[in-house]
């Protein structure tokens, strides 16, 4: 199986469709606050809330601790279990990745 990413197409009935797998997607999105996504047992409890809620798309952040929880050593093993458990419920995510300037002070340079 091929993978297909979701894209926007003309329609004349309709203007523009957003498709996923090749038909019309209708997104009913939730979105989470900054923190939720850091820990995929804290989200178990809350992805059948938003399947039963019929939400299909949750907007979660990634913080840059969450891959990199100490300098050098990185795992996604966190950010795995929020995966699955988001496909387990049916729904989609989009990931919103803070990088390492997010709340933080620049030091590459004058970035004003």
């Known amino acids: 199986m091929q993978l297909q990413l ?3 197409q003309d329609s ?13 997607f ?3 999105g939730a979105q989470l606050q900054n923190s939720s996504l850091t820990s995929a047992d804290f989200m178990n ?10 939400i299909n798309t949750v907007l979660g952040c990634v913080t840059w601790e969450m891959a990199e929880p100490e300098e050098g ?3 996604f093993d966190e950010l795995d279990g929020v995966i699955e458990g988001a496909r387990k419920h049916g729904l989609r995510l989009i990931l919103l990745w803070f990088g390492s300037f997010k709340n933080g002070k620049p030091t590459c ?4």
């Open 73 to 75: 050593k990185f795992t």
């Open 26 to 28: 209708l997104i009913r």
């Open 45 to 54: 409890e809350i992805w059948p809330k938003l399947a039963q809620a019929h």
């Open 109 to 112: 340079g004058n970035l004003t």
């Open 12 to 24: 004349s009935a309709a203007g523009k469709q957003f498709l996923v797998n090749g038909e019309p």
């Open 6 to 8: 979701p894209f926007l």
